[in-house]
């Protein structure tokens, strides 16, 4: 079983830069890798980057660049650290893990935190 819990969401204008953080807690074996989503209202949930447990990192295009993800294991906290944040990326954050070497399939979501972004 794994619990994790999402912060760091919050308000700011065009250009500014948020950290969202996700306290993973539980079963290592279900943290092969560990993901940060995202929802816009109307939209469909879209991936934005992935963290293996080799620390390899991926990124959807619209992040790379501008959005960096990371682990801090000692901690057991996953970063998305956002910068340069446009209207567009206003939406609801999820993280979420699994034991998929592929990195295509999540077992585990958090609670999500709310960006957004006014122009």
């Known amino acids: 079983q794994v619990h994790l819990a999402e912060s760091g969401g919050g308000s700011v204008q065009t250009g500014g830069s948020l950290t969202l953080s996700c306290v993973v807690t539980g079963s290592s074996a279900s943290t092969v890798c560990v993901a940060w989503y995202r929802q816009a209202a109307g939209k469909e949930r879209e991936w934005v980057a992935t963290i293996r447990n080799d620390d390899s990192p991926a990124y959807r295009n619209f992040a790379k660049g501008r959005f960096t993800i990371s682990h801090d294991r000692t901690k057991n906290i996953v970063y998305l650290e956002m910068n340069v944040l446009k209207p567009e990326d206003t939406a609801m954050y999820y993280c979420?893990?699994?034991?998929?070497?592929?990195?295509?399939?999540?077992?585990?979501w958090g609670q999500g935190t709310q960006v957004t972004v006014s122009s």
């Open positions: 979420a893990s699994g034991a998929d070497l592929l990195c295509s399939d999540f077992d585990y």
